[in-house]
């Protein structure tokens, strides 16, 4: 879960970053792939060295193996937080949509991916949604995207 939030704000602040030229210049869809995959590279590499991946020996190489797979798999959802961005400054790119539609639809989309976090944490628990788990959420949402602002600003 703490990849799927981590992927969601890092691409929310790169698609808040683009402005409309980016977009009609295709260089959005680069910007929040871009994104999406080095910090999906940037977190497997973390977690490797974190874990101390080979260095005691001790380990057995399918252990090595299995334990490098886990990791690949739980950042998954880091590579594809950019996917729905990246298809919609395309669809502008190619002039289907206007690039202010392209942007708020993408910035609405992971803001309510974000949002929806405490109603998928209580179903994957096997718990019933409950409104205080949807309100975590919202604020959550309101939370990542001011992280978002406060990263472009500070950053560009």
């Not at 874990?51 to 739980?74: K, L």
């Not at 206007?98 to 628990?125: D, E, H, K, N």
Request: charged share 10%.
């Amino acid at each position: 879960m703490s990849s799927y939030i981590y992927g969601n704000i890092t691409v929310l602040a790169a698609a808040i970053a683009v402005d409309p030229d980016a977009i009609h210049h295709g260089a959005a869809v680069w910007a929040v792939l871009g994104t999406a995959v080095l910090t999906y590279l940037a977190h497997v590499l973390s977690h490797l060295v974190a874990h101390g991946f080979g260095d005691d020996g001790s380990g057995s190489d399918d252990a090595r193996r299995e334990s490098v797979a886990i990791i690949a798999r739980n950042a998954n959802p880091i590579a594809t937080s950019g996917l729905i961005p990246a298809v919609l400054y395309a669809a502008s790119w190619i002039g289907w949509l206007p690039a202010p539609w392209a942007q708020t639809a993408a910035l609405v989309i992971l803001v309510v991916r974000i949002g929806l976090v405490g109603v998928f944490m209580q179903r994957f628990s096997g718990k019933r949604p409950t409104f205080l788990g949807l309100w975590g959420g919202i604020v959550l949402a309101a939370v990542a995207f001011v992280i978002g602002f406060v990263k472009v600003l500070l950053t560009h």
